[in-house]
C-alpha cells in the first residue's frame, strides 16, 4: 500500500539516493540546486512516498524570495522510482505538497520543470517572466502558481534563498546514501 508522509530525516540518504536515480549527477548543475545547496527545506513541507515501508517518491519545497521582500516557495524535486512511475505517484505528491503549503498560509510557489506537466496543477510562466534564477535554465520551464491571487503580479527581480541553514553532512550520512544506493537498486 502506497502512503505519503512527512519526511523524517532517516529517510536522507533513500531520498538522495532515488534523485541521484532519478536524475543522474546533472542534477547538481541546475539552477533550481543553486536556491537548495546549504539550505534546508522549508519547515513541514518535504514530503516522502512509500510503499510497504520503501521510499518510492520525493518532494520538497524551499524558501526563497520571488524578487526582493516577496516570500515564496521553490518545488522540487520531484521523483519518483521508475518502477512506480505513470501511475499517478507524481501527481499524487503534487496535491499532497500543494495542498500542505495552502494549509500552512504560503502565497505562491515556482518551480523549474516541464510546462505540460505542472500546467495540470495550476502552474504557468505567465508571471515569472520578470523574474530570473540564478544560473543558466529554460524561462519556458520557470513556472509559477498563485496559492493566493495577485500576489505575483509585478514580481520583479533574481530568486534568492532565504531558508535556514542545512549542517554539513557527517561521512556516516554519505555511507549511509551508498547503502542506500544499493537498496534503492534492488528494491523493485
Do not use: Q
Amino acid at each position: 500500500m502506497i502512503t505519503i508522509r512527512k519526511e523524517f530525516s532517516k529517510d536522507t540518504a533513500v531520498r538522495e539516493a532515488l534523485l541521484d536515480l532519478s536524475f543522474g549527477e546533472t542534477r547538481f548543475a541546475k539552477a533550481s540546486e543553486r536556491l537548495r545547496e546549504g539550505r534546508r527545506p522549508a519547515d513541514e513541507l518535504s514530503f516522502v512516498a512509500t510503499d510497504r515501508g520503501c521510499l518510492i517518491g520525493t518532494v520538497r519545497l524551499w524558501n526563497v524570495t520571488a524578487g526582493p521582500r516577496r516570500p515564496a516557495l521553490l518545488l522540487g524535486p520531484l521523483a519518483v522510482h521508475p518502477d512506480f512511475r505513470n501511475r499517478g505517484l507524481g501527481g499524487a505528491l503534487m496535491r499532497h505538497a500543494l495542498g500542505a503549503a495552502t494549509r500552512l498560509g504560503h502565497d505562491c510557489i515556482l518551480l523549474v520543470g516541464d510546462a505540460p506537466y505542472y500546467r495540470n496543477f495550476g502552474f504557468s510562466a505567465d508571471k515569472t517572466a520578470s523574474l530570473w534564477l540564478p544560473g543558466r535554465y529554460d524561462a519556458n520551464r520557470f513556472l509559477g502558481l498563485e496559492l493566493r491571487p495577485g500576489v505575483l503580479d509585478g514580481a520583479r527581480g533574481l530568486v534568492s534563498a532565504t531558508g535556514r541553514l542545512a549542517p554539513k553532512p557527517a561521512l556516516r550520512t554519505l555511507v549511509a546514501r551508498v547503502k542506500a544506493e544499493e537498496m534503492l537498486s534492488h528494491a523493485a
